[in-house]
């Protein structure tokens, strides 16, 4: 299994990124996926979460209405387009592949993609 983020960098409160996680070595089109943030000093932060077929997702409410997930099977490949950035966005972004029916436990992490909201 392996989960690669990219689309992280750095940008101003209330602009907007793109993250992207390409998934390789399991059936992508299987799996729920989630994002989860940690932040420096903190620990790790559910974000969101999507079912398989794409049609439901889960967002912690800090970022509902702001951020969306979505996942193109046919790509094997998860986003998470963040739009209203604010400061305490700031974090390291992992997608991660999720148990089925656990409450979004999951087992396989990326490296992290870094996001850093700042004037």
């Known amino acids: 299994v392996q989960l690669v983020e990219s689309g992280g960098g750095m940008v101003q409160p209330g602009g907007s990124l793109r993250l992207s996680c390409a998934a390789s070595?399991?059936?992508?089109?299987?799996?729920?996926m989630s994002w989860v943030r940690q932040a420096p000093g903190k620990g790790p932060e559910w974000v969101s979460g999507?079912?398989?077929?794409?049609?439901?997702?889960y967002y912690v409410d800090s970022v509902k209405g702001r951020f969306t997930m979505y996942r193109d099977n046919a790509k094997n490949t998860l986003y998470l387009q963040m739009n209203s950035l604010k400061p305490e966005d700031t974090a390291l972004y992992y997608c991660?592949?999720?148990?089925?029916?656990?409450?979004?436990?999951?087992?396989?992490w990326g490296q992290g993609a870094q996001v850093t909201v700042s004037s």
């Open positions: 991660a592949r999720a148990l089925p029916a656990t409450g979004w436990a999951m087992d396989y």
């Open positions: 070595g399991f059936t992508f089109s299987s799996y729920d």
């Open positions: 999507i079912y398989p077929g794409g049609g439901s997702t």
